[in-house]
C-alpha cells in the first residue's frame, strides 16, 4: 500500500502528468467514466446474490459511488479500507477535483498492482473512497428519499437552494398546444393592466409574431388613454445574436414601440461575454450563437405567468411541440421572475430608438471590458434576486408561526365554509432552478443531478429533450442509478434543423450518431430493461419539448415535474442561461393533468431498437462520425 502510495505521488509530481491533466481534463473524464461504466456496472439479476454499483453526481458536482443490494443474498463492502483514506488525500491536492472516473480508474490499477488474495474487496473499498476527491463547495442538502417525509413534502430540501412559493393547484393550468399556447398569450397581454414581461431567444418576423407586437401596441395605447398617469410597463429580453440575425429580425421588429414608447418599453439583448475579441470578429452570424444565448423562456402577465421551452416564432405557434404550464393570480412568482428578467436586462445592452445598442451607465460591458468583473456583477445582480425572494419567504414563514404561536385572531380560518377572498391552501409547491455558468451560477444542474442521483428503485422518470446530447455527468446518472428512464428525444424528421441548408442541415445526423453511441453503451451494460429510448415522430411537425416528470416507486401518477428551457445537454448545463420549475404537487388532478402531458407526448413515440439504426434515414456519413466529437459541446 505504502508502496503504491509513493509511486502515484511520484506520478502526479512528474510535469508531463501535471500537463496532461490540466490540459484536457474533461477528454480523462469522458474515458476513465467509460472504463469504470464497463468494469463495475452490471445487470442485477431480480433474486440472485449480484449486487450492483451505480455512479452518482450528487449536488454541487460532487460525486458518490453507492452499493445497491439486490435480490436475498447480496451483501455490501464496508467502506473502511485500512490506508486508503491517507493516500486519497495524499491524492486531493493533486487531481482535478470531482473527477469519479479518473479516482476509480487510479484504484483499479493500484488493485492490478497490489498483490494478495483480496483484490477484488480491496477494489471495492477504493472505489467507496472516491467521494473524498470532491471539490470542498457547499453541496445540496438533500436526505436521502428513505429519511425524507412521504410524497411531495420529500422534495422540501430544493429550498435550501432557490425560494420556495406555494400556491393552489386550481391556478395551475397544462396547456397542451402551440395553438393553445399562442391563443393565451394574446388575451393575457390584452387583459394586462401593470405588465408584460417577455424574455425569449428571438421574436420571429411572420405574421403571428406582428400580431403578438400589435397586440402589446394596443395594451400601451389603451393604458395611455386611461385617466391619471400610466405605470404600464413592457420589459422585453432577447439575445442579441439570434435576435440581431439578418436584415429583418428581432430588433427591427420591435422598434416601432420603442419609438412611439420610449418611457414604457424596454428592449434588452443579452451577448455572452464568451464570444468576445478575435473570436466575435471570425466567427460569422449564425455560427457565433453556438458560444452561448440568453435561452430562457418565461412569458409574463401582470401575476400570470406562462413557463415554456418554446420561443416567439410561427412554427412555436402553430406545429412545433412543446410544453408549456399557465400560473395564474401567482404575484410571489410573478415578481421573482420580473426581477430576474431585470436583473439579466441590467447586464444587457439596451436597444435604442435608432437601432444602436448601449450599456446602462455603469455598467461593465459583456464583451468590451474585463470578463471577470462582467461576470462577477452578472452573479451579483442575479443572486440578489434569488436571495432576496428567499429572504422573503423565510421571513413571512417566521412572522406566521410567531403569529400562530400567540394564538392571533387575525390569522386566516381553516374552515372550508369560510367566505370571503380567503386564498386555498397551498397543496403544490414551485422552485425556480437558475442554470448561468458563465455567471458561476448553477442551481439548475445541481438539483437536477441530485434528483437523478436519489431516485429510488422503482420509481420512473420521463425525460424528453428536442436535442438529445445529455452531458457526461447526466449519462453517468442514467447508466448507473437504480430508476427506470424513459427518455424522448426528437427522430431526425421532426428535429428542427432537419432538411436545413449547409452545414445545419447535417446537425440531426449528428444527433443521430449521439443517440446511437449512447444507446449502444445501453445495451453494453445490459440496461435495455431499465433504459429505454423513443423517438417522436409526427408527420408535418417538429419536436422541442424538453422536461422531466418523476413517479415515484409504486405510484401512476406523477409528484414533480421540471419544466423551462433546458435541453440537459452541454450547451445547458455550460454555455447559455438557462431557467426552468420544478413544480411538486400533491394534488391528484394536477398530477393527472400532468400524466395526461406526459403521455400525449409519449404516444406519438416509437421505441428505439438495434434495427432503428439500419434505416436509411439513420444513415451517418463518415465525416458527420468523425467531427461530431469535436463540436458536440456546442449544440
Not at 454499483?53 to 460525486?63: D, N, P, Q, T
Not at 428592449?267 to 444565448?293: A, D, Q, W
Not at 428503485?457 to 429533450?465: D, E, F, H, K, S
Amino acid at each position: 500500500m505504502e508502496a503504491n502510495s509513493a509511486m502515484f505521488a511520484k506520478c502526479f509530481e512528474c510535469p508531463v502528468w501535471k500537463a496532461a491533466l490540466e490540459v484536457d481534463k474533461d477528454s480523462w473524464c469522458g474515458w476513465s467514466s467509460k472504463v469504470l461504466r464497463r468494469w463495475l456496472v452490471r445487470p442485477v439479476a431480480a433474486g440472485s446474490g449480484s449486487s450492483e454499483v451505480s455512479m452518482a453526481a450528487a449536488g454541487s458536482g460532487s460525486s458518490e459511488v453507492s452499493m445497491a443490494a439486490a435480490g436475498s443474498g447480496s451483501s455490501t463492502v464496508s467502506m473502511a479500507a485500512a490506508g486508503g483514506p491517507v493516500l486519497w488525500r495524499r491524492l486531493l491536492g493533486l487531481l482535478p477535483q470531482g473527477r469519479l472516473g479518473l479516482a476509480a480508474l487510479l484504484g483499479r490499477l493500484s488493485d492490478r498492482l497490489s498483490l494478495g488474495r483480496h483484490r477484488r474487496s480491496r477494489r471495492s473499498s477504493w472505489l467507496l473512497l472516491a467521494p473524498l476527491l470532491t471539490p470542498a463547495v457547499s453541496k445540496v442538502t438533500a436526505p436521502s428519499f428513505y429519511v425524507c417525509p412521504e410524497g411531495a413534502h420529500r422534495f422540501q430540501w430544493i429550498r435550501n437552494l432557490v425560494p420556495e412559493f406555494g400556491v393552489s393547484s386550481s391556478h395551475i393550468q397544462v396547456l397542451s398546444s402551440p395553438t393553445e399556447f399562442y391563443e393565451v398569450m394574446k388575451e393575457q397581454i390584452k387583459a394586462a393592466k401593470q405588465r408584460v414581461v417577455v424574455a425569449s431567444l428571438y421574436l420571429g418576423t411572420g405574421l403571428l409574431e406582428q400580431e403578438l407586437v400589435d397586440c402589446i401596441e394596443e395594451t400601451l395605447e389603451r393604458s395611455l388613454q386611461a385617466s391619471g398617469p400610466s405605470d404600464f410597463r413592457v420589459s422585453i429580453l432577447l439575445d442579441f445574436t439570434r435576435g440581431s440575425r439578418g436584415r429583418n429580425n428581432s430588433r427591427t421588429m420591435l422598434l416601432p414601440l420603442l419609438r412611439r414608447f420610449p418611457e414604457q418599453v424596454r428592449v434588452s439583448l443579452f451577448h455572452t461575454p464568451n464570444l468576445r475579441g478575435l473570436l466575435k470578429r471570425l466567427i460569422p452570424e449564425r455560427f457565433n450563437e453556438t458560444i452561448g444565448l440568453q435561452h430562457i423562456k418565461v412569458y409574463l402577465f401582470d401575476d400570470n405567468v406562462i413557463l415554456s421551452g418554446a420561443n416567439l416564432s410561427d412554427s412555436y405557434f402553430t406545429n412545433r411541440q412543446d410544453r408549456y404550464v399557465f400560473l395564474q393570480d401567482s404575484p410571489e412568482i410573478a415578481d421573482f421572475f420580473t426581477e430576474l428578467v431585470d436583473a439579466i436586462g441590467d447586464v444587457s445592452l439596451q436597444l435604442q430608438s435608432d437601432d444602436t445598442v448601449q450599456m446602462m451607465e455603469g455598467m461593465v460591458h459583456p464583451y468590451q471590458g474585463d470578463k471577470t468583473a462582467y461576470c462577477e456583477v452578472a452573479n451579483r445582480r442575479v443572486m440578489e434576486v434569488i436571495n432576496a425572494a428567499r429572504t422573503r419567504q423565510e421571513l413571512r414563514m417566521q412572522t406566521f408561526h410567531g403569529r400562530l404561536s400567540e394564538g392571533d385572531p387575525l390569522l386566516p380560518q381553516q374552515d372550508p365554509s369560510a367566505g370571503g377572498d380567503q386564498k386555498p391552501e397551498p397543496d403544490t409547491w414551485i422552485y425556480p432552478l437558475i442554470q448561468m455558468k458563465p455567471f458561476g451560477i448553477q442551481i439548475d444542474e445541481r438539483v437536477t443531478e441530485t434528483l437523478l442521483t436519489e431516485a429510488e428503485r422503482g420509481a420512473r422518470i420521463y425525460l424528453t429533450t428536442g436535442y438529445f446530447n445529455l452531458t457526461q455527468a447526466y449519462m453517468d446518472l442514467v447508466l448507473g442509478t437504480r430508476a427506470q428512464y424513459q427518455i424522448l428525444l426528437a427522430s431526425p424528421e421532426v428535429n428542427g434543423f432537419f432538411g436545413a441548408k449547409g452545414v445545419a442541415g447535417a446537425i440531426p445526423a449528428a444527433y443521430v450518431y449521439i443517440e446511437h453511441q449512447f444507446y449502444s453503451e445501453v445495451c453494453c451494460l445490459g440496461q435495455q430493461d431499465r433504459v429505454q429510448l423513443l423517438e417522436y415522430s409526427r408527420n408535418g411537425w417538429t419536436f422541442h419539448a424538453k422536461g422531466l416528470w418523476l413517479y415515484l416507486a409504486g405510484s401512476s401518477l406523477p409528484c414533480l415535474t421540471l419544466i423551462g428551457s433546458p435541453n440537459f445537454g452541454y450547451r445547458s448545463v455550460h454555455r447559455d442561461l438557462e431557467a426552468q420549475v420544478a413544480i411538486v404537487t400533491e394534488n391528484r388532478d394536477l398530477q393527472q393533468q400532468l400524466h395526461q402531458e406526459q403521455e400525449q407526448l409519449y404516444l406519438k413515440s416509437g421505441v428505439v431498437s438495434s434495427s432503428t439504426f439500419e434505416q436509411p434515414t439513420r444513415y451517418v456519413k463518415l465525416w458527420v462520425k468523425l467531427v461530431t466529437p469535436l463540436i458536440k459541446n456546442f449544440f
